[in-house]
Each structure stands twice: as C-alpha cells, then as structure tokens.
Nanobody, 128 residues
Framework: QVQLVESGGGLVQAGGSLRLSCAAS????????LGWFRQAPGKEREFVAA????????YYADSVKGRFTISRDNAKVTVYLQMNSLKPEDTAVYYC?????????????????????WGQGTQVTVSS
C-alpha cells in the first residue's frame, strides 16, 4: 500500500506561480510512476503530468507543456509540480497518483485507469 499526501494548493492571480508537492510513503518502489491529474467542477478528471521514478522520464499534457514542470526528490520520495504562468482555466482540484505499471508509453502514463493509489487532492484557484 502507498500513501500520497499533497500540499501547496491555494489562490493565485493569473500569471502567477504555485508549486504542488506530493509525499509518498509505504511500499513505494522505484519502478513506480507518479502523476498529477486535475478535475474542475463539472468536468472529467484530466491528465496533467507524470514521471517515471527510476528513469526520470517526464510526460505532459499539451495544455500545460512549457508552463508546468514535474520533478522528484529521491531522498524525500516526493514529487513536485511547478506551475508557472497560471491561467484561470487551470483552476481545479489537483490529485497526485501512483502507478505500479509505469511504462515508456505516453498513452499509458496519461491514463488515470492505470493508477493504483491516489491522494486526497489539493485545490488550485486562479483568479483573472
């Protein structure tokens, strides 16, 4: 079992920045992948970014590419999502998730059905 705890959400003006953190604990292995998803009111959960822990390979949704950066701290077993140039449409609850089935395929890493463990979510609100 893996536990994920997110932090770092909040309210920011458009054009601003936030950094989300997700600390993993429990039976977490370097073969896993960690991802960020978000869900806005009335919308489906969507992929934001992911990282394969051992290889460090990263994957991004087109909507955030060039603005968001996912990274990891091996010692702290924590993944970060640095969000710059935020837009009102980035407003959502952001969830951290872990998959035991990390692959090199972008399509796999984007699919929320492949993720086995989920955090409780953290609210990000971007005002215009």
């Amino acid at each position: 079992q893996v536990q994920l705890v997110e932090s770092g959400g909040g309210l920011v003006q458009a054009g601003g920045s936030l950094r989300l953190s997700c600390a993993a604990s429990g039976r977490f292995f370097s073969s896993y992948g960690l991802g960020w998803f978000r869900q806005a009111p009335g919308k489906e959960r969507e992929f934001v970014a992911a990282i394969r822990w051992s290889a460090g390979s990263t994957y991004y949704a087109d909507s955030v590419k060039g603005r968001f950066t996912i990274s990891r701290d091996n010692a702290k077993v924590t993944v970060y999502l640095q969000m710059n140039s935020l837009k009102p449409e980035d407003t959502a609850v952001y969830y951290c998730a872990a998959t035991r089935s990390a692959t090199q395929a972008m399509g796999d890493m984007m699919s929320h059905t492949r993720y086995d463990y989920w955090g409780q979510g953290t609210q990000v609100t971007v005002s215009s």
